[in-house]
């Protein structure tokens, strides 16, 4: 089988597209997994798989503004999309407040749903920055954590919404 | 004044990478010039092995292949017995056990070719119940099918019955259970015969992946190195396997040359890596008419698997914790862990005890009944307390107080108002409302002499420039090891948090502190990076370096002076058992655990009979693990404990067809989400225990052993019917309630 790693390996396709803010071009094969391709291809290995199936949100990345499971999208469908990762997340210095919300108020434990369930929550709050407890739980349904039961993630957003309340 | 570390919840060592995505996990781990490695399994439950066919569609020349043939030393995985073979060579016991190993730089090519291998096997009959192994229809383990068989005697029950105003028996069962860590496990290995066998993986044991990879190649341990990459959760769920993989990983990377990573797939890792064992308890209890314990008669049964593995030490913890926080004068345990053709079942958080503490306080609640007491008065009749002997013989020296426990917990979720107010409400209504609760203890490390015997060995190193490093085998995977130790330090050392660092656990660097397992991390290893931190101000101390109270500058003056004047500064701390501990291992009698946690957990259910959809409303745990050292660590250990425990108890069915799980996806094995759970309402009691770091005792497992049977208890209260078995899915409940209702109209 072809190395699709090689620039013009027979069947793969080039597809452009911003991600966290780069335009890039991504040469892969048209099913490949977008969860995949980002992580090989531009090492953004903050994207993790938990199921391959779109049930755990491990893999959760931004397409479009939309909160999406990335091992469900082929490469072919991300031609002109504008895709952020958890690498977007933070700025160089800066972590953004539900990060820091995160690390003060116990939301990650093994982290391996963090970067997932993060973007998650980032996602929820620039839509609607003040969010119910009800609202952020229906906002999180699609990313499963085996190890904090939920509650203190759900506390750390809620926190992330008061930002006098954030420890650094 | 320095700010008290003990008690504070300082954020996450590593809090940092993880929300960042920067945490390098196993799979984010790339060597150059690496192979994919893939497993080929047996596609039946038990047979004799007759011939490997290769498809000719592969190009078989570009890969490496391995079978038993290959592997240099003992085909085995070294644990407490070595008859669970590495890879296959002859025969089959369990379906999905490893027979071939592939590996190309390709990893879709890879997975195609595992397609492309055909394994002929010529059937035998396998079992698949605990019923038929015990009544040996095929003997498929040595001469009896028994893989560990054990007797707990205290009084004399025979004695007993006469003299019961009431004999209450009842018989509960509990399923296997995925431990379901969101990180599939996965390894990568470099091995050769000049430079030995490296694996870097996602494990919480790296010396017992160390001792397994030893036996495998025989190689001296000098030889094997194993680096703990950041774990993204492993419940014991990667404790024994990941010895498995390691060794799969080494042997392709042995034959081919190359580093080789093996990452499971989900549906791969939940088919073929370990689950909780199922278990059946048989119950039979005397009791006086108001409502004393007599007698206790426990008859438990786990269901092992194929392989020995762990499961005599899940029985010996799952037997022990069968009678529970109760005082009673005469108490028989039985209880064997038995063979049979389904892939063998592994350490799960609890370890045999939520199991046994499931039928125990099912079955409590039965016995309150028939003796007309209400479920928490019949209990406080009964509660041990401090003098009192525990039913292996061990005199409880803490000052636990269950009663004041319980009435805590009852307080804190309003028990008895809303017991009193769902049985006015609930016979108009169709969702019924339940409050339940279960009161138990867990022990923390392990069991008996198990400490003794592994002498465990932590390390304090301090640098010239005043940086304190924490050497142990004790890994990350969650659970919050690093952030503790720290603390843990930093106290005994009268530094900050941010002073010490704690060492990535490499068999080339860290000392062996044990497995990270048994509730042990904190209580025992913490209690070594307490005395080897003491050991480092000792050193400076005794050399006049450091005065008896000093600042944090001070002691970085004192440590560039020891390495100056003296040397290296490093402390070692080596596990010495408490006196007046004892242990007797022949009897089962003694000291089983150094200390205990302890606990009351209340669950209000709503249970919707149209639907039969069952939903936890309210959670309330009150324990008591000594001295919380990070509240916010702790509490997330318990809310994570009973979300696992929610799902043991109402929504994690393993569903078994010939020894092999069926539905091995997270599409239909149901976790809790953000949806399922109640508020988790969390408290401590703290009453600090001498001989653990600071006064800390153990946590991690405790939460495991109450949830389920207090839910159940609850849906008993909402809905009056008595539900023996879990998962208790919506199913069950459709068929329990319709059964009661056909008895009505009957």
Redesign the interface.
């Known amino acids: 089988m072809p190395d699709a790693r090689l620039p013009d390996a027979p069947g793969t396709i080039a597809v452009h597209c911003r991600v966290n803010g780069r335009q890039e071009t991504l040469r892969d094969y048209p099913m490949a997994r977008l969860l995949d391709t980002l992580r090989e291809k531009l090492h953004l290995t903050g994207i993790k798989e938990g199921c391959g199936e779109g049930e755990c949100g491990a893999c959760s990345v931004e397409l479009n503004g939309k909160l999406v499971n990335s091992c469900l999208i082929p490469i072919a469908q991300v031609e002109g999309a504008e895709i952020r990762t958890i690498e977007g997340v933070a700025t160089k210095e800066q972590l953004n407040i539900v990060q820091q919300a995160f690390i003060s108020y116990g939301g990650a434990q093994c982290g391996i749903c963090t970067p997932g369930m993060v973007l998650a929550a980032v996602n929820l709050l620039e839509q609607n920055n003040h969010p119910t407890e009800p609202e952020i739980r229906a906002a999180l349904a699609g990313n499963l954590c085996r190890c904090t039961g939920y509650m203190k993630i759900f506390e750390s957003i809620l926190r992330a919404c008061d930002r006098t309340e954030v420890q650094s | 004044m320095r700010h008290p570390i003990i008690g504070e919840?300082v954020?996450?060592k590593?809090?940092?990478?993880?929300?960042?995505?920067?945490?390098?996990?196993t799979?984010?781990v790339t060597f150059p010039n690496s192979l994919y490695g893939v497993t080929v399994r047996s596609p039946i439950a038990r047979g004799k092995i007759r011939a490997i066919h290769f498809n000719p569609t592969i190009p078989w020349h570009e890969f490496v292949v391995v079978t038993a043939k290959d592997i240099p030393g003992k085909n085995c995985i070294a644990l407490l017995e070595d008859d669970q073979p590495c890879l296959a060579a002859d025969v089959v016991n369990h379906p999905e056990e490893p027979i071939v190993l592939l590996a190309h730089k390709?990893k879709?090519?890879a997975e195609e070719a595992r397609r492309a291998v055909r394994i002929d096997i010529d059937p035998l009959p396998a079992i698949f119940t605990m019923e038929d192994s015990l009544a040996c229809k095929e003997v498929i383990w040595r001469k009896d099918n028994i893989f560990k068989s054990l007797s707990v005697d205290k009084g004399e029950v025979d004695a007993a019955w006469a003299s019961a105003d009431k004999i209450v028996e009842g018989e509960y069962e509990t399923g296997a259970q995925e431990?379901?860590?969101?990180?599939?496990q996965g390894m990568i290995a470099t091995a050769n015969p000049s430079e030995g066998v490296t694996v870097w993986g996602s494990l919480q044991c790296p010396y017992y992946v160390h001792k397994a990879l030893s036996a495998i190649f025989g190689l001296p341990k000098e030889k094997i190195r194993v680096v703990q990459l950041?774990?993204?959760?492993?419940?014991g769920g990667k404790e024994e396997y990941p010895s498995m993989i390691a060794a799969h990983a080494a042997l392709l990377a042995w034959k081919s040359g190359k580093p080789v990573k093996i990452i499971y797939?989900?549906a791969e890792d939940m088919v073929a890596t370990t689950k909780r064992h199922p278990s059946r308890t048989r119950h039979r209890t005397a009791v006086t008419r108001d409502g004393k314990l007599l007698a206790m008669d426990i008859d438990f049964t786990l269901d092992g698997g194929a392989y020995l593995t762990l499961s005599p030490v899940v029985l010996s913890r799952g037997t022990i914790h069968a009678a529970g926080p109760y005082n009673c004068p005469n108490v028989r345990i039985r209880s064997r862990v038995v063979a049979t053709n389904m892939p063998p079942h592994g350490a799960f958080r609890g370890f045999g005890a939520p199991q046994s503490v499931f039928a125990l306080e099912r079955h409590l609640d039965q016995v309150a009944k028939a003796v007309a007491l209400a479920p928490d008065e019949f209990r406080r009749r009964n509660f041990i307390r401090k003098g009192q002997t525990l039913a292996v013989g061990q005199v409880v020296h803490e000052e636990i107080d269950m009663s004041e426990l319980l009435e805590r917990a009852l307080k804190l979720s309003d028990y008895r108002a809303k017991r009193d107010r769902f049985a006015r409400e609930n016979p108009t209504q169709t969702i019924k409302r339940g409050i339940g609760f279960a009161s138990f203890l867990h022990g923390a490390g392990f069991t008996g002499s198990g400490e003794e015997y592994l002498a465990s060995v932590a390390d304090v190193e301090a640098t010239p420039e005043g940086r304190v490093r924490v050497y142990a085998a004790s890994t990350e995977?969650?659970?919050?090891t690093n952030t503790i130790f720290s603390q843990i330090a930093a106290d005994a050392l009268g530094l900050d948090y941010a002073d010490i660092e704690v060492m990535q656990p490499d068999t080339a660097q860290v000392p062996n502190s044990g497995p990270t397992v048994a509730s042990r991390t904190c209580m025992i290893v913490g209690k070594l990076v307490e005395t080897a931190a003491i050991g480092i101000k000792e050193s400076l101390q005794r050399h006049n370096f450091l005065q008896e109270r000093y600042d944090r500058q001070a002691f970085v003056a004192a440590c560039r002076r020891y390495h100056d004047e003296v040397g290296p500064l490093r402390a070692t701390s080596r596990y010495s058992p408490p006196p007046n501990i004892h242990w007797d291992e022949h009897l089962y009698r003694g000291d089983a655990y150094g200390a205990y946690g302890w606990a009351v957990y209340v669950a209000e259910v709503s249970v919707d009979t149209a639907t039969y959809e069952t939903r936890v409303e309210d959670f309330v745990a009150v324990q008591e693990v000594g001295r919380v050292i990070n509240p916010?660590?702790a509490?997330?250990q318990v809310?994570?404990?009973?979300?696992?425990g929610i799902g043991f108890a109402l929504y994690e069915k393993v569903v078994w067809q010939e020894g092999r799980m069926i539905n091995n996806?997270?599409?239909n094995y149901i976790?809790?989400?953000?949806?399922d759970?109640p508020?988790?309402r969390v408290h401590f009691e703290e009453l600090p225990y001498t001989r653990g770091p600071a006064g800390a005792k153990g946590i991690g497992e405790l939460p495991l052993d109450g949830t389920a049977p207090a839910i159940i208890n609850a849906i008993e209260n909402a809905t009056g019917i008595c539900i023996r078995r879990i998962p208790m899915t919506p199913e069950d409940l459709m068929a329990a309630l319709d059964a009661t209702r056909e008895k009505a109209i009957a």
């Open positions: 919840s954020p996450r590593e809090g940092r990478e993880k929300v960042t995505g920067k945490a390098l996990y799979d984010d390709d879709y090519l431990q379901l860590y969101i990180e599939p950041e774990t993204g959760g492993g419940f797939d989900r995977m969650g659970q919050g916010v660590l509490a997330g809310e994570g404990g009973v979300a696992q996806q997270m599409t976790m809790p989400t953000s949806m759970l508020p988790i």
